[in-house]
Every structure is written in structure tokens, then in C-alpha cells.
């Protein structure tokens, strides 16, 4: 079983400001997915990363998958209160998916 | 809104209660899972159901029952329970099982289970 580690486990930031977080395993991803998860609700996908290298960007949010396929990263610009939640990384196997533990990020306005 | 629903969204019980969870999908999916988040923890799969037959069960204790009566409807049923079971309960589907190149999944809200 592939084994995600999620970092920083916990980020709080103010309104405007950048951040980072960051996923990474020991062996090679297939793919991996980025979800994320607000207060009282279910995580919801926010993007499937599949190519070594690749990049996506969904609005203020930019994805990366490393070279090797073993990190990936997800780039908040100019944060906002709206963007706080759990974000997750997983990799679909199997029928299932494995889930890291999550950065829990709080913007403050 | 998802498109997956679950009841109740709150739920305290006794150790020796018995209670269910509904999960129910109206996205037409044929793949239905339940998932345990426990705070610290990442989320953990228990059961995945595909067109209504069990493909998985995470070494799950047999205090959690599963149900799957159709495409639509899942339900986890809970008796004895133990105070470490307190956690959220998270019900998810898929058009087909997720297989290496991912597909999506869509999660309900959750039930929160406090077990006293």
C-alpha cells in the first residue's frame, strides 16, 4: 500500500497572501487526485493529475505532479476566507481511494 | 449539493444502541463506499460496494454491517458500539468503481457519530 504524507499538517494565513502544500509518497503515482473539504461537508475533487511534469490551474489554484510522479503540489495566489478547508491528496487503486491526512488550511480575512 | 445524500446528519448512541446509517445517490452511480474520518487520521475505507455486491471490506470489526439493497441506497448498521467509533461517517459513489487512472468520486456530508 502506498503510503501519501501531506504537508504542513495545519497553515493559517491572511486574506491575500500565498500558500503552498504539498503531497509525496515513496513509490510512483499512476495518478493522483487533489480534493478538498470544507467544515460539515464531504471533500470534493477539485483536480486529477495523471502526466509527470503536468500542470493545472482551476482559477487561483495551481496543481503540479512532479518529473518523477512521486509529489505532487497544490499553489494557492491571493488567498481567500472561502478557500479555507482540508485539502487532501488521494491515489485511485484498486477501486478505492487512499488518502493522505490532510493540510487544514484557515485564511483569515 | 453533491447529489449524495445522507441521514441523520448528528447522531449520539449508547454502547448498547443499535442504529442505522442512510446514504442514498441520485447521480445513477454504480458504486457506493463507506469512509471513517477520525480526527488526526486520514480517511479510512470500510466497505465498496459494485452494482450492489460487496468488493471490499477493510477489516472492519462486525459491529458495522453493511447494506447494499440497490444502486441507490447504502446503509451502515451499528450495534454495540465503542467510544472510539466515535468519528465521521462519510458515504461516497462512482460511476464505476475507481480504478489506477482515478475517477471521480462524490461524497455526501456525512454523519457525525458520538458513542458514549
Known amino acids: 500500500t502506498q503510503l501519501l504524507e501531506q504537508s504542513p499538517q495545519f497553515l493559517s494565513i491572511q486574506e491575500g497572501e500565498n500558500l503552498t502544500v504539498y503531497c509525496n509518497s515513496s513509490?510512483?503515482?499512476?495518478?493522483l487526485q487533489w480534493y478538498r473539504q470544507e467544515p460539515g461537508e464531504g471533500p470534493v475533487l477539485l483536480v486529477t493529475?495523471?502526466?509527470?511534469?503536468e500542470v493545472k490551474k482551476l482559477k487561483r489554484l495551481t496543481f503540479q505532479f512532479g518529473d518523477a510522479r512521486k509529489d505532487s503540489s497544490l499553489h494557492i495566489t491571493a488567498a481567500q476566507p472561502g478557500d479555507t478547508g482540508l485539502y487532501l491528496c488521494a491515489l485511485p487503486n484498486d477501486y478505492k481511494l487512499s488518502f493522505g491526512a490532510g493540510t487544514t488550511v484557515t485564511v483569515r480575512a | 449539493e453533491t447529489g449524495v445524500t445522507q441521514t441523520p446528519r448528528h447522531l449520539v448512541m449508547g454502547m448498547t444502541n443499535k442504529k442505522s446509517l442512510k446514504c442514498e445517490q441520485h447521480?445513477?452511480?454504480?458504486?457506493m463506499y463507506w469512509y471513517k474520518q477520525s480526527a488526526k487520521k486520514p480517511l479510512e475505507l470500510m466497505f465498496v460496494?459494485?452494482?450492489?455486491?460487496?468488493?471490499e471490506n477493510n477489516s472492519v470489526p462486525s459491529r458495522f454491517s453493511p447494506e447494499c439493497p440497490n444502486s441507490s441506497h447504502l446503509f451502515l448498521h451499528l450495534h454495540t458500539l465503542q467510544p472510539e467509533d466515535s468519528a465521521l461517517y462519510l458515504c461516497?459513489?462512482?460511476?464505476?468503481?475507481?480504478?489506477?487512472?482515478?475517477?471521480?468520486?462524490?461524497f455526501g456530508p456525512g454523519t457525525r457519530l458520538t458513542v458514549l
Open positions: 460496494y459494485s452494482l450492489e455486491e460487496r468488493v
Open positions: 447521480l445513477g452511480h454504480n458504486a
Open positions: 493529475v495523471v502526466t509527470g511534469g
Open positions: 513509490s510512483v503515482f499512476s495518478s
Open positions: 461516497a459513489s462512482s460511476q464505476d468503481p475507481i480504478a489506477g487512472l482515478g475517477g471521480e468520486q462524490f
